[in-house]
């Protein structure tokens, strides 16, 4: 999972009465003025594009204001026009404008089939806000780029207000080209995509149903020199992203400091997949080559901040400050690994495919490593329902003349993590409950002629809360958490050993990295399970996961009041059966 603006950053997803609108000195607002001065003459139509001042225009959706702090630009369209502006890249595009402008009331729905990298872009603009708003059906085109419902790049004041994002879908990868040829990686998908930003607010938002492109098959080899493709990635989807990146370009114009202020507040995340992964090709040589892997399945993470996907580092580490209160993420998915390739028919079989690892799902993600001494606030906040990918099945070994093929292993599956925060944090009174690492894939069976079957893969592990910097309070929490459990395996051929289930993901409720300073975590109620190990196809059953209630990296932390529920995953039946996982409440305590 990727997880960024020169000096102090704050992300502040917050909630409920704290009044933003009056605090924030660049001049955002609780809704869009009413006072402007309508001077629009014609019903413009969707899809406008903005390029400096001088195109906000009744032409191009301005029904009133004057471009000032006080009296903005309102814009207001609701319809897609007939018109052709060549391939739109988004409804609304505003770029290098100066005033103050206010998205009002406005509706993106472009047509069935048509493609678009964004509901609205900003970029390098200065004060923009999107008030009572809708984007919906933004569907990703021949370019697997990242598709958003709003994206703000390197822009100084963004403001989302009151909008609703659904059906954000990006673009499925192509097969393999040529023989040999990995299948191409699926696109990005974002609801709100916030990149190199320098003030923004998330306000009263809902947000759903954002799918991350499916990986594409990998091209077959040939008869000459060419092995199977293996499968392209998932592609990742997030819920609403700060993603690291170059400031807004001209500071020092206007005379505010680099510090970064982003506000989400009263957000509702719900259905947020990661693109399954590709499907390993087939070959077509006569060697018995071995199947390629299958893509691992895309991240999908609920509210996070992310590295800059362009490799961007700046040269002074981000102060962040982030506060998630009262919000809500539900139904975070990572994608499915891909099933492995076929092996190819030879003298002797090629073993079949491994299948690929399943998307890491994330709820809660403050990992960007942009954005160093950071401190996050998590409070009164609900996390429901989210799951690491299953692993992909492995791919049936091929027939030999004198061998067969053994089974490919199935893959791992993606890990889960109600909260993984880099930041020095403090979480109270929060509820994260529904949390599963993803299945590990089924092994598949070995070929005629002594091939022997796939392991299952290992199911993926459970974090509820993985806290890994020096300082961090844990408070009053509520965390149901489970590893995955292990991948059956799959028997062998005659003449050939059966597989191993896989071993069931490992579990734990807080866990908490080496610290140096005094932290304190209690009255915290965590129920914790490890994964069951898989069923040995003929072969050994997997070992379950082990559960931990609290693992605390170093002595020295107050803990007091946590009533913890621990149980092992069982070990998976088999011809020997797998052994049960460990359990205990707290570890280092």
């Not at 309508?38 to 204001?65: M, Q, W």
């Not at 609701?78 to 505003?94: F, K, N, V």
């Not at 990298?117 to 697997?144: C, E, L, P």
């Not at 089974?407 to 994260?432: I, Q, R, T, W």
Request: hydrophobic share 35%.
């Amino acid at each position: 999972m990727r997880f960024s603006v020169p000096h102090a950053v704050m992300l502040l997803v917050c909630v409920g009465s704290v009044a933003l609108a009056s605090a924030a000195p660049w001049g955002l607002r609780a809704s869009a003025r009413s006072d402007a001065t309508p001077n629009a003459t014609v019903a413009p139509s969707f899809p406008i594009e903005i390029v400096g001042d001088a195109d906000l225009t009744p032409a191009n959706g301005v029904v009133g204001g004057t471009g000032t702090e006080s009296n903005p630009f309102i814009i207001t369209v609701t319809t897609w026009g007939s018109h052709s502006q060549g391939s739109p890249q988004a409804c609304l595009s505003i770029d290098s404008t100066t005033a103050h402008i206010v998205v009002n009331a406005s509706s993106c729905v472009p047509p069935s089939g048509q493609s678009l990298t964004a509901g609205f872009h900003v970029h390098n603009a200065t004060y923009v806000t999107f008030n009572q708003s809708i984007v919906q059906g933004i569907r990703g085109g021949a370019s697997t780029s990242p598709v958003a419902g709003i994206r703000a790049n390197q822009t100084m004041s963004v403001s989302v207000m009151g909008c609703s994002i659904s059906d954000v879908t990006g673009t499925a990868g192509a097969s393999g080209a040529a023989a040999g040829d990995a299948g191409s990686d699926g696109g990005e998908a974002y609801g709100v995509h916030i990149v190199g930003p320098l003030q923004v607010q998330v306000t009263q938002c809902t947000v759903a149903n954002v799918s991350g492109g499916h990986g594409g098959k990998g091209a077959g080899g040939d008869f000459s020199h060419h092995e199977a493709g293996p499968g392209g990635l998932g592609g990742q989807a997030g819920g609403v992203v700060l993603e690291g990146g170059p400031l807004f370009a001209h500071l020092s114009q206007y005379g505010v400091s680099s510090d970064v202020v982003v506000h989400v507040d009263a957000v509702s995340v719900d259905r947020v997949t990661g693109g399954k992964g590709g499907a390993g090709g087939q070959s077509h040589r006569s060697s018995g080559d071995t199947g390629p892997t299958g893509g691992t399945g895309g991240a999908a993470v609920g509210v996070a901040c992310l590295d800059s996907a362009s490799g961007y580092i700046p040269a002074t580490p981000f102060s962040t400050a982030v506060t998630l209160f009262r919000s809500a993420v539900a139904d975070v998915q990572g994608g499915t690994g891909g099933t492995g390739g076929p092996g190819v028919v030879g003298y002797h079989g090629g073993d079949g495919g491994v299948g690929g690892t399943g998307g890491e799902a994330t709820a809660v993600g403050l990992v960007c490593t942009q954005f160093s001494n950071g401190t996050a606030s998590i409070s009164y906040s609900t996390v429901d329902s989210v799951a690491g990918g299953a692993g992909g099945s492995g791919s049936a070994g091929a027939v030999g003349a004198r061998s067969g093929g053994s089974g490919g292993a199935g893959g791992v599956g993606g890990s889960v993590f109600g909260v993984h925060s880099e930041f020095k944090s403090h979480v109270v009174s929060s509820v994260l409950r529904g949390l599963f690492g993803g299945v590990g894939g089924k092994g598949s069976s070995g070929a005629v002629a002594g091939g022997v079957g796939g392991n299952g893969g290992a199911g993926g592990a459970g974090w509820g809360l993985f806290l890994a910097n020096s300082e961090f309070v844990v408070e009053a929490a509520n965390v149901t958490v489970a590893g995955g459990k292990g991948g059956a395996s799959s028997a062998g051929a005659l003449g050939g050993s059966s597989g191993s289930g896989g071993n069931g993901g490992a579990a734990v409720g807080v866990f908490v990295a080496p610290v140096t300073s005094p932290n304190v975590v209690a009255e915290n109620v965590c129920s914790v399970t490890g994964g069951n190990g898989g069923a040995g196809g003929g072969g050994a059953g997997g070992n379950g996961g082990s559960a931990t209630g609290l693992d605390l990296q170093l002595t020295g932390i107050q803990h007091s009041a946590n009533a913890l529920t621990t149980q092992g995953g069982a070990g998976g039946s088999g011809a020997t059966a797998g052994t049960g996982g460990s359990s205990q409440g707290c570890d280092g305590c």
